[in-house]
């Protein structure tokens, strides 16, 4: 069961979100945007059959990342974690608040941007969609406690932007959205064995272009859930730190 | 909701300190405060009085001596005993005055719908702001998002209140209200610990400690600590300066 305090964070993250209204129509309309380009600039079919399902991917981690960094920092430098931390909120009700308020988020980015790459950039698509929302779901788990446990890191909005050169742009080149990791050079087929994109990648490429289900993808599954795990663990380490620096 | 009455002191320090890395925020301070009464800590910037009561809300640790809050040790389980208004205004911005509120009262587990929508309108009518309950904290002014700061402090009904500098940046009338709502909750059996560097503040207060460098160098009444410097007509801030320099002089 999930604790009532771990729903009071996840109810005040959603506000927070629903209330800025400029961000909300960023986080539909820029996904779309980005397919759109996408499927624009690579006519050929195969090619972008190829490409596209990768973005659904990339994008969960991206915004998963961004968007909570981004919160959980103006929440160590506006005082309000500090405020959280003498209360008696748990670090993992806080986390887990985190996770609740934002995967919403990301469900439903990911379920319009499904719909538009299958009935408007008419991706093909031979498997089942809650497969691929669960999926997804655990990237953004990753991505979360990602986001958290870097805003550690940083001290301003400026800072955390720039994490993302350094986080999640290695990821997207080395991941295999654009060509096959095994065609990388052996070095960088070694570094991309590391990255977790590249896990989400080859899941959601055999979710929705070869017919697999959750259960053929134990392997990417594993590796995901053990990052994110490892990142639930660092985030909520590192709540502390934060509140009393 | 229910006040409690503890026999225990409010607050009990006992030789704690804290240090970051080579500084000592916090050098060996011993201090006592008993129930139902405004105790203000009064120091220059950077004397340890927010470290101090971060100790005391247990975001940090001594790295010696022992810290009591109504008779137990500072920890989560603690918590919902307490209120805390940071330095910081410490809101969500994005929020309406109505959202902040409700959402710490939530966090201190008013779990009962209809009692925590009383509760809540009753302490953004206490700091008067029921007219802008609706407004984001974005669109409020900083003497307003004190006063938002205040309410989230105090929604839970705390027995033992800690305020941090919370009348830096009111405009004289504004701290005047503040003092009045802090005089109405030690007549309801609250405990204020209060921290100010202003000798204004401090004339509020029931008990006083004086600051520096992470020690306490007096601790009284008002009129106690203006005694003991020997002039009849000194105020307190002639009483802070003569326990300074009879600091200075050990």
Redesign the interface.
């Known amino acids: 069961m999930i604790p009532n305090q771990a729903l009071t964070i996840a109810a005040r993250v959603m506000q927070q979100l629903i209330r800025d209204r400029r961000t909300m129509v960023l986080l539909i309309a820029v996904p779309l945007v980005i397919a759109s380009i996408v499927g624009v600039s690579i006519p050929e079919k195969q090619m972008l059959d190829y490409i596209a399902p990768a973005i659904l991917a990339v994008l969960i981690l991206f915004f998963g990342f961004l968007l909570t960094g981004i919160s959980f920092l103006r929440e160590r430098s506006q005082g309000t974690l500090e405020r959280l931390m003498a209360s008696p909120v748990s670090k993992p009700d806080i986390v887990g608040g985190y996770l609740l308020g934002f995967l919403l988020f990301a469900v439903l980015q990911t379920m319009i941007l499904f719909f538009y790459l299958i009935y408007v950039l008419d991706i093909s698509f031979y498997g089942d969609l809650w497969q691929i929302i669960v999926f997804e779901i655990i990237i953004g788990i990753l991505a979360v406690c990602l986001g958290i446990f870097i805003s550690v890191f940083a001290r301003n909005e400026f800072q955390m932007v720039q994490f993302i050169p350094l986080i999640i742009l290695p990821q997207i080149f080395l991941c295999g959205l654009l060509w096959p990791v095994e065609q990388m050079p052996d070095y960088l087929q070694w570094i991309a064995k590391f990255l977790p994109l590249t896990y989400g990648v080859d899941g959601i490429r055999a979710l929705m272009l070869q017919g697999q289900n959750l259960l053929d993808i134990g392997k990417e599954i594993g590796v995901l859930a053990g990052y994110a795990a490892g990142l639930m663990v660092l985030a909520s380490l590192t709540l502390r730190r934060g509140a009393a620096s | 909701m229910v006040k409690r009455a503890p026999a225990a002191p409010a607050v009990k320090v006992d030789r704690a300190s804290f240090n970051y890395n080579n500084i000592k925020a916090v050098d060996k301070l011993s201090l006592e405060v008993p129930s139902g009464i405004s105790f203000g800590l009064l120091g220059p910037n950077g004397a340890g009085k927010t470290t101090l009561i971060?100790l005391l809300?247990?975001?940090?640790k001594p790295k010696s001596g022992g810290i009591r809050i109504l008779g137990e040790t500072p920890s989560?389980k603690t918590?919902?005993l307490?209120g805390?208004m940071?330095?910081?205004?410490?809101?969500?911005?994005?929020?309406s005055v109505m959202?902040n509120v409700d959402?710490?009262a939530?966090?201190?587990?008013l779990?009962d719908k209809q009692q925590r929508a009383r509760r809540v309108e009753e302490v953004i009518r206490l700091v008067d702001l029921w007219p802008r309950r609706k407004d984001?904290v974005l669109k409020l002014s900083g003497g307003m998002r004190q006063r938002v700061s205040l309410a989230?402090a105090i929604v839970h009904n705390p027995p033992l209140l800690f305020l941090d500098e919370p009348t830096v940046g009111l405009d004289p009338e504004l701290r005047f209200t503040f003092w009045e709502h802090f005089a109405n909750l030690t007549k309801q059996g609250t405990t204020l610990i209060v921290s100010s560097h202003t000798m204004d503040d401090a004339a509020h207060c029931d008990r006083l400690a004086f600051m520096r460098s992470g020690k306490l160098i007096a601790q009284g009444t008002p009129t106690e600590l203006r005694k003991a410097t020997g002039k009849a007509e000194a105020n307190l801030e002639d009483a802070f300066l003569y326990f300074i320099h009879r600091e200075d002089k050990k």
């Not at chain 2, 330095?87 to 911005?93: E, G, I, V």
Request: glycine share 4%.
């Open positions: 971060r809300v247990g975001l940090l989560r918590a919902h307490i805390y940071p330095q910081l205004h410490s809101l969500y911005t994005e929020l959202q959402f710490f939530r966090v201190y587990r779990s984001s989230c």
